[in-house]
């Protein structure tokens, strides 16, 4: 079987959650992939020379690079490891995680030509992404959706005696979080019980921002910190709608996830998101930032059982192809 070095972020902090080299990692390993990782360091320089010492140290033995790219600082640390695969000859393939990348392919177009036009191919989890390659010049680009195990995921019908407000991310300004505060807050003077539940850790110091917006509108908001995945699936059973209040994504996991267990979703239609659910068949999108428009959503879902259970069945059935012994047949197609 092939061995495959995988560079990412690979951190297991308080302040972040699981992602991409974990979960797809885990599953290649599964397959029989000898799998290498780079890096589990929390400095960013040291991660960077630890992913560099990794590269040099495994570049005889493995077949392929993956590298988790994104939009942000992380860039460069695809940059960077992908030139010096170049270098090495070496077959790299960037997995693109960032829901701003099309912003660095029109801001940064030389750079990012230097990592995506040398791949060996890139692979995006939406379509959206693979849209916004192709419009840039990127034609070697294939989709392979982010995976679950769905027999993890237990289909739910909810009940809506009271509004139940479920929210899983990092607290990160991007993820706009204040908003679901503001959701809350705006149900609760309609009339309507609401309980609101944001599960996940501070990235950028957001979540004492959202606790103080939460004091001084005088909610009771529920903030369980971190949670393992086993955790907050738990945890959902006693929810009934899942929101999530973003200004930039791609094709979010913990997205997919509610949509596997049955928790009609209220979403912005930033990014990818459009993508991912048909916007009154899978679930319910509004413009970034429109309290009175997630609100009203929230609303109909509550009153209108017949179309909750229809987003929600087609939602299930959607991501039930986003199942991991579907999708890696696609990874075998790129790796074997």
């Known amino acids: 079987m092939k061995s495959i070095l995988y ?42 020379f630890d992913m560099v010492l990794a590269l040099i140290r495994y570049k005889k033995r493995i077949d392929y690079i993956i590298i988790d790219t994104y939009s942000t600082h992380n860039f460069y640390f695809a940059l960077i490891i992908s030139q010096i695969c170049r270098l090495f000859k070496l077959r790299y393939i960037p997995n ?15 750079l990012s030509s230097l990592i995506f036009r040398n791949a060996y191919i890139n692979v995006s989890p939406s379509y959206y ?21 769905i027999n ?21 300004q991007i993820y706009n979080p204040e908003l679901a505060v503001r959701v809350q807050r705006k149900l609760i003077d309609l009339g309507f019980q609401t309980d609101l539940c944001m599960v996940g850790p501070d990235s950028d110091g957001s979540l004492n921002r959202v ?3 939460a004091k001084k509108l005088k909610v009771d908001t529920i903030f369980t910190g971190k949670l393992t995945k086993k955790e907050w699936i738990a ?50 999108l509004v413009e970034p930032n429109n309290l009175d428009g997630m609100v009203q959503a929230i609303i109909n879902i509550v009153f209108d059982h017949k179309f909750t259970q229809t987003i929600t069945s087609n939602a299930r059935k959607k991501v039930e192809q986003f199942d991991w012994q579907v999708v890696k047949h696609a990874w075998f197609e790129v790796l074997v």
Do not use: C
């Open 7 to 48: 560079i990412g972020n690979n951190l297991k902090t308080k302040s972040s959650n699981v992602s991409s080299i974990q979960v797809l990692g885990g599953f290649l390993e599964q397959e029989g992939f000898r799998m290498y990782y780079a890096s589990s360091k929390a400095n960013k320089l040291l991660r960077l």
């Open 96 to 110: 693109l995680n960032g829901g701003n990348l099309p912003a660095r392919l029109t801001g940064n177009p030389k």
């Open 129 to 149: 992404l693979k849209d916004a390659f192709y419009q840039h010049g990127h034609k070697n680009v294939k989709y392979i959706p982010n995976s679950i195990k």
């Open 152 to 172: 993890n995921y237990k289909y739910k019908e909810r009940s809506y005696d009271q509004i139940k407000l479920l929210w899983v991310r990092s607290f990160s």
């Open 211 to 213: 606790k103080s917006l």
């Open 235 to 284: 945890l959902s059973e006693d929810y009934n709608i899942f929101i999530n209040s973003t200004n930039f994504d791609n094709a979010p996991v913990s997205v997919i996830e509610a949509m596997a267990l049955g928790l009609p979703i209220v979403s912005t239609n930033v990014g990818g998101l459009p993508y991912l659910i048909i916007d009154h068949v899978e679930g319910v």
